[in-house]
């Protein structure tokens, strides 16, 4: 297909990003070309929109940004036979090598050289995009698509969530973005018998009630471990999923978690986090994870089937839709913390 299309460009190294009209990318003979019907904002696409240090060290201005979305093939390489036109698609984002010791052993999810669509390539802020066809996710039909253009940042939560037994466990979520807020609904319909949200927002808070926290702790008003340990007879909570990346908040859920617990990191501080390992960590035998992307395709399996049992209704966190040209105002409300997930539509 030839011809231009509209897309959000992060045009400099700087704050900001342009709206512009750009080629409709050409797809080889292994990828398809998808037209996008739904892609919403990440927390990955802000640091990058605020241009903050991890960006600057990671990105190639002039690109199109945004990795995730959902949409329809339009167009099929000739060596593409796993998925066709016509198809409603989502996409794993993570393009890894297949050569590496952990693609070989099948740990796709960490591959060495993974490249991520919309930070080391072009990304699906715009009308159309290209992407290799062993990444793309097919989508039920009657899957909305404002749905199914979270699907990914869900599959991070999917991932930290149940990278452990959670059934009748206590779990806090720390950190209530958009993928802190799924967690909570992720942990609750594993079988969490306690779910604890903590955050500094009021609207995500109440965002995460909505999506099923059994309590939730505004750690501006309170001592988040003074108050997990009444909850919990003071003996700690079994699971954290960290998702603040706040030095703060994180050395709180170390301090919170009972002994022999779990605490699964998928946040990304912006610089070292300083934790009392000795007496945190050592002595309570804690296993602590780091959390990296989704299991591929493992995750995306078990996100489909929570979506489609409806164990896991994502639609209280969808909070925003706006058209392409009003990005400016979807990214400020991200910036802001009041919204959940703000969908933009091509």
Not at 196 to 217: C, F, H, P, Q, S
Request: contains cysteine; aromatic residues 6%.
């Amino acid at each position: 297909m030839n011809g231009k299309m509209k897309a959000i460009v992060k045009h400099h190294r700087g704050y900001g990003a342009e709206l512009q009209m750009v080629d409709i990318p050409q797809i080889k003979e292994d990828e398809v070309l998808i037209k996008v019907k739904a892609t919403s904002i990440c927390g990955t696409d802000v640091h990058i929109y605020t241009w903050d240090e991890w960006s600057e060290s990671r990105v190639n201005p002039p690109y199109v940004f945004g990795h995730e979305f959902a949409g329809e093939i339009v167009e099929v390489g000739s060596k593409v036979s796993n998925v066709a036109m016509g198809d409603q698609v989502s996409a794993e984002t993570h393009i890894v090598c297949y050569e590496c010791p952990q693609c070989l052993t099948g740990d796709y999810h960490i591959c060495k050289n993974t490249k991520i669509i919309g930070v080391d390539t072009h990304g699906c802020f715009a009308e159309y995009v290209a992407l290799p066809a062993v990444n793309v996710w097919k989508n039920p039909k009657d899957m909305p698509y404002d749905v199914a253009s979270v699907q990914e940042p869900m599959g991070n939560a999917v991932h930290t969530v149940l990278a452990g037994d959670v059934a009748g466990k206590t779990v806090a979520v720390i950190g209530c973005g958009p993928i802190g807020i799924m967690a909570v609904g992720v942990a609750k319909a594993a079988g969490a018998s306690q779910v604890i949200a903590v955050d500094l927002n009021e609207y995500r808070l109440d965002l995460a009630t909505k999506m099923g926290a059994t309590t939730v702790i505004n750690a501006k008003e309170n001592n988040p471990v003074d108050l997990v340990m009444e909850l919990t007879d003071g003996n700690g909570v079994d699971v954290i999923c960290e998702m603040s990346g706040h030095p703060i908040a994180m050395n709180q859920g170390f301090k919170m978690v009972t002994n022999g617990g779990r605490v699964s990191i998928l946040s990304l501080p912006v610089r070292p986090v300083e934790l009392d390992i000795t007496n945190d960590i050592v002595f309570k035998g804690v296993t602590v994870q780091g959390i990296t992307g989704r299991k591929m395709y493992t995750t995306w399996q078990q996100v489909s089937r929570l979506l489609k049992s409806g164990q896991v209704d994502v639609k209280p966190m969808i909070t925003h839709h706006f058209p392409l040209e009003d990005f400016e105002k979807g990214f400020d409300l991200m910036i802001s913390g009041q919204c959940g997930k703000v969908v933009l539509q091509p």
